[in-house]
Structure formats: C-alpha cells, structure tokens
T-cell receptor, first 114, second 117 residues
C-alpha cells in the first residue's frame, strides 16, 4: 500500500481556516485519498475522501493536486472541537470491486487555540 | 442510530494473565475489524471479519491473540497470555462493504484501554 507523509503537528486559532497537508508521491491510479480524524479518547471517524476532483462536505473540503501527489484537508473555520489527530490514508479500490484496508500512519495532531 | 459498542472501556491485568474484549457492531454491518493502537501511533489492523468468516488476520499474533465472530454479529478478541507490549487501546470498527464503492466508511467504537503490568 502506498504511504503518506504528514506533519507531526499543527496549530490553529479558533474560527480561522486550517490547511492540513498530505504528500503521497507514490499514489497509484486506483488509490482513493481518505481522511479520518481521532478526537481525544475516541475512535477515529471518517471526514472525507476523493479521487481526482476537489470534494466538499459538511465537515471539510479536500483539495487534490492535479498530479495527485499531494492533497490538503481544509477546515474552513476551526473550532475547539476540531482539535484531533488527522490521518491521511490511501485506500485502493481493486478492479474486482473490493476496497483495501485502512492503513493508518501517525497523522497530524491539530491544536486549536481559543 | 446506535454506534459500535465495546466493553470494557478499561482493563488492567498482570502479565501472563488472560483478557477478553467484546464488540457489538452497528446493526446490519457485515464487516467487522479489530485494531490495536499503541500510544502515539495510528491504529493497526489485527483482524477483519466478513459476516462470521475471517478475511484478513495477517497482522494478528496468533500465538497469543484469538478472535471470533459467532453468528456474524458480536465479536470477541482474546489475549492469552498477555505481555507488557500488549498495553494499548483495542478498537473495534464495522462497515457495510459495498463492492465497487469507494466510500465504505468504517465506524469505530470508543475502544478498550488495556494496561498490562
């Protein structure tokens, strides 16, 4: 499975936008980019995923570089509740239709200051 | 909708003792996962079930870890005997794996924090 590289930690101020980067230079054509986050003392939760085009949902936006070798998770207005570890994961979708497992790295620990 | 339930939430045991964790997935989710999360690291997959059959247990230390999912619903993960390095949070997750879908969100439980002394 292809690997991702993320900064160990980032800081943000409350109500400001946050851009969380992820590098995945060895991504293959069948790898989808998934983001999960893990709030303190909880299990991970799904945030967003995409293949080539930018994606938006109620939680965040995902901006994918044209060559797909990097992506950025965007939180438009950080709140204290967004303080968590954010994981960028490449998940393959096999031609037979089955999807690869989630392989978590260490992620980026986001701190949000009031 | 009820989430993934796990129990106990915390467990402290001596090394060489046995311990078991229980997971009840979201109703209707055929796929169930057990992960181990050591402090400061991301979760690592131990085993994946599809209904009551094992799909992937390549990362499960089979000399001491075992898991079962009777009747394709609840699951139990057991460690016997425990070692100091087994201290971790054990997470259970479930999903509806739709063939051909890129979504297949995994829903995680709160985890069981195991401390081995």
């Amino acid at each position: 499975d292809a690997k991702t590289t993320q900064p160990n930690s980032m800081e943000s101020n409350e109500e400001e936008p946050v851009h969380l980067p992820c590098n995945h230079s060895t991504i293959s054509g069948t790898d989808y980019i998934h983001w999960y986050r893990q709030l303190p003392s909880q299990g991970p939760e799904y945030v967003i995923h995409g293949l080539t085009s930018n994606v938006n949902n109620r939680m965040a936006s995902l901006a994918i570089a044209e060559d797909r070798k990097s992506s950025t998770l965007i939180l438009h207005r950080a709140t204290l509740r967004d303080a968590a570890v954010y994981y960028c994961i490449l998940r393959v979708l096999h031609y037979g239709g089955s999807q690869g497992n989630l392989i978590f790295g260490k992620g980026t620990k986001l701190s949000v200051k009031p | 909708e009820a989430g993934v339930a796990q129990s106990p939430r915390y467990k402290i045991i001596e090394k060489r003792q046995s311990v078991a964790f229980w997971c009840n997935p979201i109703s209707g989710h055929a796929t169930l996962y057990w992960y181990q999360q050591i402090l400061g690291q991301g979760p690592k997959l131990l085993i994946q079930f599809q209904n009551n059959g094992v799909v992937d247990d390549s990362q499960l230390p089979k000399d001491r870890f075992s898991a079962e999912r009777l009747k394709g619903v609840d699951s139990t993960l057991k460690i016997q005997p425990a070692k100091l390095e087994d201290s971790a949070v054990y997470l259970c997750a479930s999903s509806v794996e739709v063939a051909g879908s890129s979504y297949n969100e995994q829903f995680f439980g709160p985890g069981t924090r195991l401390t081995v002394l």
